[in-house]
């Protein structure tokens, strides 16, 4: 059915029927059908690039909500052993307060219930502006533009990298409440400087563990691969964001954003180099493994001849010696 729409609009790809992204350590694929455009402005060309960024921001913020109750639970078993631990030596729960006259026991709460309140208070949702989708290295950015038009086709890997941006709630008006100085915004030439600091400081030693381990060929508890995709998204991630820098026009702006892009194309470089010894070290362990089982096998079968020899020889005494006896 797609490619009929596709062929009758005369469009270059057809409507991808389904497509995979990576987000951390996810890979899931998402299928699209005709409802999924049906209130697109051009449904024939199937879903845009802003529907693929809105079920990947549900995804990414069920995700993050799942971690943190996981995290609250873990926290108050955490707390309620330790309360048993110290009740079981000895230490009694505090005495309940009793109730005087004309007063009510007023109804707790239930743990559950507590708890669902202390994941909305800490809960921050993620903005469809942090969501930031990579296709052939290029990002997807026009929301109303159709995804075949943006050459994606079915089966295609979408990068999902999250745009870290500070969640602000709703102001709250107290009275004679002072109000917070406003942040100093960073000039063009602090925010470049900041980038590089900031990707020596977070990636750079993660980065020189990578390279060395592959000298040494040593495989961690991630797969080298899949430790080479996880690197190279997080370098792209703070290369896309030098493009958001704006020069204005100055050259000399200009100039240091580009020393600072080719700084992560250097990232890059070093990263597939290692990848490439790592592989390249498989490969040759794979042909030392396959000559020492061919020298295994000439070793079995010298050992096979050394047998059969002093058998042959024997016969061929025994048969002169006949032949001797007869005379």
Known sequence: MFRKLAQSMGLANEPPEYVYFTYSSH??????????SKNEKDPKAGVTVGFLR???RIFIQDDQRAKRQARIKAK???????????LGKGKSRPPKKKKGKGETESASPEPEEVRS???????APVLLSQVILIHDGKKLLDNSKPLAACGVKTGDMITVLLKQEEYKPPPTVTANAPSAPPKEKLSPHQQIDKTLRDTEAELGPL??????ESKTRTVGAVAPKEQHRRLCEMVL??????????????PEIRALRKQAVNKMHQYHESLDEALAR??????????????KEKQEEKKEEKKEE??????????KKGGKKGKGAKK
């Open 278 to 291: 790592f592989e390249h070290g498989e490969e040759k362990k794979d042909v030392e493994e396959k000559k």
């Open 117 to 123: 309140n202390q994941v909305d208070e800490v809960y």
């Open 54 to 56: 809105e079920r990947v």
């Open 76 to 86: 108050e078993e955490k707390e309620e052993q330790e309360r048993k631990a110290k």
């Open 237 to 250: 991630q703070r290369q896309f964001t030098l493009d958001d820098v704006e020069t204005n026009g100055d």
């Open 207 to 212: 980065i020189k563990k990578y390279i060395d």
């Open 27 to 36: 890979k899931i694929q998402i299928s699209f059908d005709p409802e999924d």
């Open 306 to 315: 050394t047998k059969q020899q002093p058998q042959n020889g024997g016969a």
